[in-house]
């Protein structure tokens, strides 16, 4: 186990701002050597890697220093995910991208088109989720297969996994669940019309979030 004074949370806005905290509190501003829009960052046990705009992407063994690396994409990457033994992204015009190490980056073919905005690991498949209701999947990061999401052409906006269950979230309060990635079925969110914009897993539950401050 980490040591809690060794935890590092890494949050990422607007410009290519970063900023780093040691057991949540007394937040830091970083250098990340870019004025580029960031917008997601994974963690592997002994690498943070983050992403965004033009294909950015940025490399720390700690949070604080960070490498800017050749991305595999010039398009916008909006997820990322560590699944053990590789981090896969997704972005833009469905660009699909894995790297060992943060470092090296392999662009992946893509069976959509679609602009992609969230990815999760299960332990054992990756889904990923994004615009006009698409929903791929993989087992490898490499090979996907597109999915019939049960969205319609409903924008999905978040995806996590957790107990066993892939939770897919979007606009409209449209929320469908799988636990193989292949059959996904419509669920009641309670959020009416209002857009879902991310999901979490923890103790046994799933708590989604979205518009005008709706939390379920």
Known sequence: MIPISRIILAFLV??????TASAQSNWTARTSGTTNNLTAVAYSGTQYVAVGASGTTLTSPDGVTWTTRTPA??????????TGT??????????????????????RNTVTMSNMNGIAWSGQ??????AGGTIVTSPDGVTWTARTSNFGTTQINA?????GLFVAAGNSGTMTTSLDTTIWTPR?????????????YG?????????VGTIT
């Open 188 to 200: 009641t969110s309670g959020f009416g019309t209002n857009a879902i914009t991310s999901v979490a």
């Open 73 to 82: 994409t010039t398009t916008s990457i909006n997820a990322i995910t560590w």
């Open 203 to 211: 103790n046994g539950i799933f708590v989604a979030v979205g518009a």
């Open 86 to 107: 590789q981090f896969v992204a997704v972005g833009n015009s469905g660009a699909m991208l894995t790297t060992p190490d943060g470092v090296t980056w392999t662009a």
């Open 14 to 19: 607007y410009q290519g701002f970063l900023s």
């Open 125 to 130: 498949l990756l889904a990923a989720v994004g």
């Open 159 to 163: 995806l996590c996994a957790g107990g």
